[in-house]
């Protein structure tokens, strides 16, 4: 069983930037597929960014060149640095791993941007 809990969220101004976080309670491994999702109220949550354990990275076209995704194995910690943020930015973020056939979210962490 793994946990993964999420921080960094804050209120920020438009053009902003955030650093999210997301420790796992034990051990990530490089068949471990991290990524962050995001939900907006009355929204579906989407993918936002992921990142295999050879740091291969795929972004939703939206965030891309804005967001970047890392992850520190040795931390057990994947991280969503976010630049230039928007109101349409606005929502809570989840962290996500896969792990074989298994899936594995946080509780999410609230980001809200101001215009």
């Known amino acids: 069983q793994v946990q993964l809990v999420e921080s960094g969220g804050d209120l920020v101004q438009a053009g902003g930037s955030l650093r999210l976080s997301c420790a796992a309670s034990g051990r990530i491994f490089s068949i471990d597929v991290m990524g962050w999702y995001r939900q907006a109220p009355g929204k579906q949550r989407e993918l936002v960014a992921i990142?295999?354990?050879?740091?291969?990275?795929n972004y939703a076209g939206s965030v891309k060149g804005r967001f970047t995704v890392s992850r520190d194995n040795a931390k057990n910690t994947v991280y969503l640095q976010m630049n230039s943020l928007k109101p349409e930015d606005t929502a809570v973020y989840y962290c996500?791993?896969?792990?074989?056939?298994?899936?594995?979210w946080g509780q999410g962490t609230q980001v809200t941007v101001s215009s």
């Open positions: 990142i295999t354990g050879g740091d291969s990275t």
């Open positions: 996500n791993l896969v792990r074989a056939v298994r899936e594995y």
